[in-house]
């Protein structure tokens, strides 16, 4: 079990450019989230899958914004026309839905990727 | 809209000493958590409360909920340097979205020596 791990760490990019994150969930987790945390803040929610179903979208994800998790297993973020207002660390969680060495409901966290719009 | 409110938001204390970390929540919930985070890295799963009176105890953390008042605490016994980070509390209400976690604030403890 390698947990959660998302690519890349740190992206730094310039104002209206796109840039895509990647998450590789815990392998036996059916839940994915994605999470944005801003410096001094505590992480707030973005959306989630459950298998490859996005089920809920946060009103922070704008149209600018897709998330995917095609075959259910990573899933990858997409910002599009990047702003300096979008610099933040996007997290990752995953999660399963069955009990799982006594954790079930316990969301795990990626490292994170931190992106810098300049 | 849930609320989840830490105090204090800054604690420094002295190694040895004992304090508590409290976490109110707005909405009726069965399930909350406990997350570590150090600097420039992500968080740390600590503890999972999932009925009311749950108590946990790790190492010199204590966490224990309350359904009724809203209100949990994490309780640091003894304090040393290694405890010092920042201490989120979330939530998932009992309606709306199964796993959606809301964060409070963040309590950030320093130890010192």
């Known amino acids: 079990d390698t947990g959660v791990s998302q690519n890349p760490r740190h992206k730094i990019t310039k104002r209206g450019q796109n840039v895509t994150f990647r998450c590789d969930p815990i392998?036996?987790?059916?839940?994915l989230y994605w999470y944005r945390q801003t410096l001094g803040q505590g992480p707030e929610f973005l959306t989630y899958f459950q298998n490859e179903a996005q089920l809920e979208k946060s009103r922070l994800l704008s149209d600018r914004f897709s998330a995917e998790r095609p075959k259910g297993s990573f899933s990858t973020l997409e910002i599009q026309r990047t702003e300096q207002g979008d610099s933040a660390m996007y997290l990752c969680?995953?999660?399963?839905?069955?009990?799982?060495?006594?954790?079930?409901?316990?969301?795990?966290f990626g490292p994170g990727t931190r992106l810098t719009v300049l | 809209e849930l609320k989840v409110e830490q105090n204090p938001l800054f604690l420094s204390m002295q190694e040895g000493k004992n304090y508590t970390i409290y976490c109110n929540y707005s909405t009726t919930s069965d399930r909350l958590y406990w997350y570590r985070q150090d600097p420039g890295k992500s968080l740390e799963s600590l503890f999972v409360?999932?009925?009311?009176?749950a108590v946990k105890q790790e190492g010199r953390l204590m966490a224990s909920l309350d359904t009724k008042a809203r209100l949990s605490t994490l309780h640091i016994t003894a304090a040393v340097h290694d405890l010092s980070a920042t201490y989120f509390c979330a939530v998932v209400p009992n309606t709306g979205t199964a796993s959606k976690l809301t964060f409070g604030t963040g309590t950030r403890l320093q130890v010192t020596l």
């Open positions: 392998s036996e987790h059916n839940r």
């Open positions: 409360l999932l009925s009311n009176g």
């Open positions: 969680a995953s999660s399963s839905t069955v009990l799982i060495k006594g954790a079930r409901l316990s969301q795990f």
